[in-house]
């Protein structure tokens, strides 16, 4: 049972508009949501975040929006830009059984390609 | 320093092989993961440790055995894997409580021949 999903495995943009990667999620135990950019071969690189008691966090041209009762959250790029072409992970973090760590589920990605 | 270091790379073994990838971090962090990831899939979480000690085991095959010498380094020891195995292997720590600061290391991209 997939707790995280990203419904959208592939979004193509022209340059300068507005993206839009969504996110869905289950567990009503997740209270920080985060944002990956990921190119082949590499590991996550961290792009915004938004902790369940805010509904909006922004930085630069990436804003997040969190819908609490609707159990989504998306993330909008504002201008688009080519750089910005790559795999976006959505991951949603608990506690660990032990309350001492955050484990993240991830959900499965979407290829956003923005076009000159 | 706000980095996760992996080495190697990439890493070739054979069937029969013992390896260990390695993981280092100078945040101070107090919790470290281990996930796989596969091509065009999501991470997947693997171990987690809290403050040196295991805390999660996602029923990882003992094929895979983790150490914790340190509360900077992470060790994944890698004997008699599979073909199916082969994936990219990434690193993260976390402050222990915190969302904040959740960060990966640009991982091992390991193939088993």
């Known amino acids: 049972d997939q707790q995280v999903k990203q419904n959208s495995p592939s979004l193509s943009v022209q340059e300068g508009r507005i993206s839009i990667l969504n996110c869905d999620y289950t567990n009503s135990m997740f209270d920080y949501f985060l944002w990956y950019k990921k190119y082949p071969a590499e590991g996550p690189t961290f792009l915004i975040s938004i902790s369940s008691i805010k509904d909006k966090n922004e930085d630069g041209r990436f804003t997040v929006f969190l819908n609490k009762s609707a159990k989504h959250l998306s993330l909008h790029i504002v201008p688009s830009q080519p750089g910005d072409s790559a795999v976006y992970f959505c991951a949603a973090s608990d506690r660990t059984s032990s309350g001492s760590a955050r484990q993240l589920t991830f959900g499965s990605g979407t290829q956003l390609t923005v076009l000159p | 320093d706000t980095e996760v270091t992996q080495t190697p790379k990439h890493l070739v073994m054979g069937m029969t092989n013992k390896k260990s990838l390695k993981c280092e971090q100078h945040?101070?962090?107090?919790?470290m993961y281990w996930y796989k990831q596969k091509a065009k899939k999501p991470p997947e979480l693997m171990f987690v440790y809290s403050y040196e000690k295991l805390s999660i085991n996602e029923s990882v095959p003992s094929r895979f055995s983790p150490e914790c010498p340190n509360s900077s380094l992470l060790n994944l020891h890698l004997h008699a894997l599979q073909p199916e195995d082969s994936a990219l292997y990434l690193c993260a720590s976390s402050q222990d409580l915190s969302g904040d600061g959740y960060t990966f290391g640009s991982g091992t991209r390991l193939t088993v021949v």
């Open positions: 945040m101070g962090h107090r919790a």
